[in-house]
């Protein structure tokens, strides 16, 4: 399978509706800096290079410590997208990228266990790295006026993360663009193909060795409770009905599990204001985050793509 790296022009006709609906600044975040402990849990397979560990690496969360993911291989889309949704919209995605969000089977890569992918979604349409979009020239999402500097840029972009595809498909993105007006795709891309959302990471364990993970998406439509890239820690940034409002900060698998749980008019108060299409399109979201398809947190949590991405998991400082 060949991604296409290169990003194609944006067309007048399609830039300018999506420059008229979309008035989106995007969300506050940024870079993670802190040293953190925990387990390791007893895996086999192949040792982490030394000399990978200072390329092809990004940041992630485990039990609410900072860690280091260290790449080891490229990344497999498997089965193929065609293989859940197979219509004419799904082909001409399959000419572009075999990666689909939406669907998938947790058990395609044997040994697998699942890697959280937190996009911060109450940054709207510039979570996909591009400028035209609202999203920074480096790639990252803004909201409010506040460039998120999360763990991987959007896809393509330079700060995208190593051996992480650059598109994507998904019958979401679709829903997306149709309830925007948008018939044919954008970028030049076919409908339902756009580069890969800009994201954290939270796992469930360390390993020092490397093994496959399958990525479940995670949609979070309150900032108060994505993580802050410098220390780990959230803050309120807008306004919530709730008690302590950054309590499930999204560092681990019981945060994330109670935040599906956990109504709030913070998500309300983040998306409708800045007119977040994506919050739209799933008809107004009252949970702190919405994980498709998905409703338990754990290590045996079904997934909702069919990406599968190989790293080791290692308890220390990843921007050191």
């Known amino acids: 399978m060949k991604i296409e790296s290169s990003r194609r022009g944006v067309s007048t006709a399609i830039f300018a509706a999506v420059t008229i609906i979309l008035l989106i600044a995007t969300a506050a975040g940024f870079y993670l800096y802190s040293t953190a402990s925990a387990t390791a849990k007893p895996v086999t397979s192949t040792s982490v290079s030394t000399s990978l ?66 996009v911060p979604a109450f940054a709207g349409l510039s979570n996909f790295g591009v400028t035209q979009l609202g999203a920074s020239s480096q790639g990252y999402p803004v909201f409010d006026g506040q460039t998120i500097a999360t763990q991987c840029g959007g896809g393509g972009s330079a700060s995208a993360c190593p051996d992480h595809p650059t598109y994507l498909y ?18 030049g891309l076919p409908e ?52 302590n409002p950054t309590g499930n900060c999204l560092t681990s698998f019981a945060a994330l599990a109670s935040a599906m749980d956990t109504r709030t008019t913070a998500t309300a108060n983040a998306n409708t204001t800045q007119s977040d299409p994506i919050y739209s399109t799933f008809g107004g979201v009252p949970t702190q985050v919405l994980i498709p398809g998905v409703t338990i947190v754990s290590e045996n949590s079904a997934t909702n793509t069919n990406l599968f991405i190989y790293f080791s998991v290692l308890p220390q400082n990843p921007y050191a």
């Open 53 to 118: 560990i200072a390329q092809l690496k990004s940041g992630g969360f485990v039990e609410g410590n900072l860690t280091s993911f260290i790449y080891t291989q490229n990344y497999v889309c498997t089965p193929a997208g065609t293989s859940f949704v197979n219509n004419a919209e799904a082909q001409a995605a399959a000419k572009v990228t075999a990666c689909i969000v939406g669907a998938g089977s947790r058990t395609a890569v044997s040994g697998a266990f699942p890697v959280f992918v937190l």
């Open 170 to 187: 998904s019958p979401d993105f679709t829903l997306v663009e149709q309830h925007l007006g948008i018939k044919t795709g954008v970028f």
């Open 192 to 243: 339902g193909v756009l580069p890969t959302p800009a994201h954290d990471h939270v796992a469930g364990f360390d390993t020092n060795t490397s093994i496959p993970w399958y990525a479940v998406a995670v949609l979070v439509f309150d900032p108060n409770v994505f993580p802050n890239a410098v220390t780990g820690q959230c803050t309120k940034v807008v306004d919530s009905n709730l008690t």
